[in-house]
């Protein structure tokens, strides 16, 4: 008959600590998202589609996801570029670059907004520059995309960044004796290894510029159809006391968002594939 020793671990045991999780999870993740849900499921299904159909919504959704899309993107080619050159090139300064990068973390995002609208304005530092030449920034469309490349470039940065450090410069040498461009080595050596984390840090800046609600209001103008972003339409629902319809747009907002992420991380495991 063989007896049993129990072990001793200095961490608590699984229940306790799966207890913690499940309660953690559920009062800051599931019972928020869990209210969402029930307080839309109160609305007929022609209440919900009239709510999160309508033309100054689908205006929303379109400036939404199109700006987030755009900023994600180029924060995807910028930020490995930044990434790189962190990682790769020592320079004069470069502990501070590396810290400016994370500015936008510790920035609050109210004085980002100001920050930037002061910046891109009519007569402001760039502005004053940039309209004369037919091209304004801030209160429009083009703002948004400034505002969320801006709060999203240290997601790819620090994703990318650790890949990067962890590549080595034989990689390189190899494919160059093996008489392989410069453009190849980076296409057929370097850029497949690098694609789930840039993946990554696209998913991470598409996130967050789509829920970004404090940078934005002060550059991107809010006009209805225009320039007006979802997260700011919900907040103007709910100071019309039109809670069922904000929670409706946050419910669409939600499932988007979900599904973007569910892509991502098919993209992430074929990445992964074909890296191997």
């Not at 320079?91 to 500015?103: E, H, I, M, T, Y």
């Amino acid at each position: 008959m063989k007896i049993l020793k129990r072990t001793n671990n200095v961490l608590p045991g699984f229940g306790p600590t799966m207890g913690y999780t499940l309660l953690y999870l559920s009062l800051v993740v599931l019972i928020p998202l869990s209210a969402l849900v029930f307080k839309t499921a109160g609305l007929s299904w022609h209440d919900f589609l009239e709510a999160v159909a309508a033309p100054r919504v689908l205006a929303s959704y379109r400036i939404t996801f199109g700006a987030a899309l755009a900023a994600a993107g180029i924060n995807a080619v910028f930020g490995v570029l930044v990434a790189w050159v962190l990682v790769r090139y020592p320079f004069p300064g470069k502990r501070l670059v590396d810290a400016l990068v994370d500015l936008p973390f510790a920035l609050p995002t109210a004085v980002a907004g100001i920050t930037l609208a002061t910046v891109y304005s009519a007569n402001g530092w760039a502005g004053k520059y940039l309209e004369p030449h037919g091209i304004k920034v801030a209160f429009t469309p083009l703002g948004i995309i400034v505002a969320m490349t801006f709060i999203g470039l240290p997601f790819v940065v620090r994703t990318v960044q650790p890949v990067i450090e962890e590549l080595d410069a034989e990689i390189e040498e190899a494919a160059a004796c093996l008489g392989a461009s410069r453009w190849q080595t980076f296409r057929r050596v370097l850029f497949p290894l690098l694609t789930p984390s840039v993946l990554t840090g696209f998913a991470l800046a598409f996130a967050r510029g789509v829920g970004e609600y404090g940078s934005i209001i002060f550059i991107a103008g809010n006009m209805p159809m225009v320039s007006e972003i979802t997260p700011l339409l919900i907040i103007t629902k709910l100071e019309q006391y039109d809670y069922q319809g904000a929670t409706a747009i946050a419910t669409v907002m939600l499932v988007a968002s979900f599904t973007m992420l569910l892509v991502i991380n098919l993209l992430q495991r074929w990445s992964r594939r074909y890296a191997d």
